[in-house]
């Protein structure tokens, strides 16, 4: 007997940590396997930031703090959003969340109705639509290929906008793609919505600082686009900091009151040490940032090369984040070993079981032609990575 709510019935699990989870279990049986499933830097988290931890316990900040965050933690964010951003924000308008993931979700379940339209464009990041479906709403899918460099154009918005949506969620640098988005490009988007003042935007900027073209640009930097604008961020990606659990929102005062609302029934604040480590984070050198982009930047050049001489991939240059996404339908059909290849996802259990490499099928991205590998890992694992899939490739008639 089935006696699990509709609600969670009709969820699926994330791939990404299904993927992951695979790959270790594997590895716990002795297997050789190298995960590029994940997507989380593999640097460790700098030690300014561990310090400020660590003296926080010391100092006993072990109490509930504010649900939105203790004020020292907002007020670093709010000088972030000024300095790096050059958006001026109260500190009550924002509310800080375990996560990039808690604050997307939260905001998207104070925002949409039951039957709410959510545009999603695809690739997306795999939660997006599962969580518009856990707030009853309805992701519109706009499909974005790899030809149009994985981001969807002003036309392709207007013909997705109807009176039922709600909202647009837009993440720029991307996951799973690595497209970023160019001021004009979201000036563009920005015009469009301006015709239709009841959608708002979530922009998720979790990879903002992992940026290979220069500044990054927000849609809340476009007149008129602020106070329709929920910014979501955090340290997970820029400082290395996946397992603090410290996202953020910024966004307009009823929006940021709803959540603080919502997340003092559920959560509460979170972890009150983590959100010192994080204040460090944002007030400390940002050296170390830029040492790992730097880093992630190399790596995304020598997957690129490696990449463009698998046969049968298609690959883009991906301008942030650190995935690859190649397009790799010229396999679907073959077979090895008794074992046929009918989509992305037979492809990425064939190459984690016959090549011993985890990378995510992209059906869960909304993208079944195409493969995720994370590049965060260092160079070794990429050259043997890429050597291995190869392989196990070639060996697909
Ligand atoms: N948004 C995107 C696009 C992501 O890739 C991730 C990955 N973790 C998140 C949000 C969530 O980040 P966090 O670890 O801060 O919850
Ligand atoms: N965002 C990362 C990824 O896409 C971490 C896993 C997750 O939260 O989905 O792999």
């Known amino acids: 007997m089935n006696q699990l709510s509709d609600r969670l019935n009709s969820l699926s699990p994330?791939?990404?940590?299904?993927?992951?989870?695979?790959?270790?279990?594997?590895?716990?049986?002795?297997?050789?396997?190298?995960?590029?499933?994940?997507?989380?830097?593999?640097?460790?988290?700098?030690?300014?930031?561990?310090?400020?931890?660590?003296?926080?316990?010391?100092?006993?900040?072990?109490?509930?703090?504010?649900?939105?965050g203790y004020p020292a933690l907002r007020n670093a964010i709010v000088a972030k959003l000024k300095n790096e951003n050059g958006l001026e924000y109260a500190a009550t308008q924002i509310s800080c969340a375990n996560g990039a993931k808690q604050s997307v979700c939260n905001t998207i379940l104070v925002l949409v109705n039951p039957g709410d339209e959510?545009?999603?464009?695809?690739?997306?990041?795999?939660?997006?639509?599962?969580?518009?479906?856990?707030?009853?709403?309805?992701?519109?899918?706009?499909?974005?290929?790899?030809?149009?460099?994985?981001k969807i154009t002003?036309?392709?918005?207007?013909?997705?906008?109807?009176?039922?949506?709600?909202?647009?969620?837009?993440?720029?640098?991307?996951?799973?793609?690595?497209?970023?988005?160019?001021?004009?490009?979201?000036?563009?988007?920005?015009?469009?919505?301006?015709?239709?003042?009841?959608?708002?935007?979530?922009?998720?900027?979790?990879?903002?600082?992992?940026?290979?073209?220069?500044?990054?640009?927000?849609?809340?930097?476009?007149?008129?686009?602020?106070?329709?604008?929920?910014?979501?961020?955090?340290?997970?990606?820029?400082?290395?900091?996946?397992?603090?659990?410290?996202?953020?929102?910024?966004?307009?005062?009823?929006?940021?009151?709803?959540v603080n609302k919502l997340q003092g029934q559920y959560t509460s604040g979170p972890c009150s040490v983590s959100q010192k480590a994080a204040e460090a984070a944002y007030t400390g050198t940002q050296a170390p940032v830029e040492e790992m982009r730097?880093?992630?930047?190399?790596?995304?050049?020598?997957?690129?090369?490696?990449?463009?001489?698998?046969?049968?991939?298609?690959?883009?240059?991906?301008?942030g984040a650190f995935y690859l996404f190649p397009k790799c339908s010229s396999y679907f059909g073959k077979s090895a070993d008794g074992r046929k290849i009918e989509t992305s996802d037979d492809l990425a259990m064939y190459l984690l079981e016959v090549g011993h490499v985890a990378c995510v099928g992209g059906t869960s991205f909304g993208a079944p032609d195409c493969i995720r590998m994370s590049y965060a890992t260092s160079d070794e694992n990429i050259v043997e990575a890429i050597r291995r899939i190869k392989d196990a490739l070639a060996r697909l008639q």
């Open 118 to 150: 959510v545009i999603v464009p695809a690739p997306y990041w795999v939660s997006y639509p599962e969580m518009v479906k856990l707030a009853e709403g309805v992701p519109v899918v706009v499909p974005a290929g790899i030809e149009q460099n994985f």
């Open 294 to 319: 730097q880093a992630f930047q190399r790596r995304r050049d020598l997957i690129v090369k490696l990449a463009k001489e698998v046969p049968g991939f298609e690959v883009n240059v991906p301008e």
């Open 154 to 258: 002003p036309a392709q918005l207007e013909a997705a906008i109807t009176p039922k949506t709600k909202a647009l969620i837009l993440c720029s640098p991307s996951n799973p793609t690595g497209s970023v988005y160019s001021a004009e490009e979201l000036a563009a988007l920005a015009a469009v919505l301006e015709k239709h003042p009841q959608v708002m935007v979530i922009a998720d900027e979790i990879y903002e600082h992992i940026n290979y073209i220069g500044r990054h640009h927000s849609i809340a930097q476009v007149p008129g686009m602020k106070e329709r604008t929920i910014i979501v961020n955090g340290v997970s990606k820029a400082y290395a900091m996946t397992g603090w659990r410290i996202g953020f929102i910024a966004g307009p005062e009823w929006v940021v009151k709803a």
């Open 14 to 68: 994330s791939a990404t940590l299904a993927m992951s989870q695979k790959s270790a279990e594997l590895k716990a049986q002795g297997v050789d396997v190298i995960n590029l499933s994940v997507g989380e830097p593999d640097f460790n988290t700098p030690d300014h930031i561990k310090e400020a931890a660590k003296k926080a316990i010391d100092e006993n900040y072990s109490r509930y703090s504010p649900v939105s």
